[in-house]
């Protein structure tokens, strides 16, 4: 290998793009490390999966179900140095509210442990969702400033993740 990046690199040690918003690409390692999850998860729990978040689409899975239909998901990973509470929020930027993706899946890392934190349908996110812009700052107390223009839902509003799995388990002939 030469040292030069592809468009396969899962990490650039820079931004992917301009709406990436963690400057040194360590948002790249955690949105791998939380699809990866995903993706074990699903091995687990789905009949049938694509891994699609190579491709640089507007989302990361294609999972068919029972019926034949196929749903999109798009994995939301964020980056923290603390474990994630209830209370936190699960953001999407507004540059990606009209990207082609029906399911949001939200999960944290701290420190190469991922959690998944739950999920929702794109249309409940944005019709639910506090839309906040870059320099908001969060609540007097945390003092949280939004680095940029996101809707925003409190994980503890989202659905569980086990109700995902059970819409996903096969139907066994008996």
Not at 64 to 84: C, F, M, P, S
Not at 101 to 114: D, K, M, R, T
Not at 139 to 165: C, H, I
Request: with cysteine; glycine share 10%; aromatic share 12%.
């Amino acid at each position: 290998m030469d040292g030069s990046s592809t468009d396969h690199d899962f990490y650039t040690g820079k931004r992917f793009n301009r709406h990436t918003i963690l400057e040194d690409g360590i948002g790249q390692i955690a949105g791998r490390l939380g699809e990866a999850e995903f993706a074990k998860q699903l091995c687990l729990h789905a009949p049938s999966f694509w891994w699609v978040g190579t491709e640089k689409g507007s989302y990361d899975f294609v999972i068919k179900l029972r019926d034949g239909q196929k749903i999109t998901i798009d994995v939301k990973t964020k980056h923290r140095n603390v474990e994630a509470r209830p209370h936190y929020s699960a953001h999407v930027t507004l540059s990606q509210k009209e990207y082609e993706v029906q399911v949001y899946v939200f999960a944290n890392e701290v420190e190469g442990e991922v959690s998944l934190m739950g999920w929702c349908t794109k249309q409940w996110f944005w019709g639910n969702a506090q839309v906040v812009s870059a320099g908001d700052v969060e609540n007097r107390q945390t003092q949280f400033v939004e680095r940029d223009g996101a809707g925003k839902v409190s994980y503890e509003s989202l659905r569980p993740m086990s109700e995902m799995w059970e819409k996903l388990k096969p139907h066994t002939e008996g």
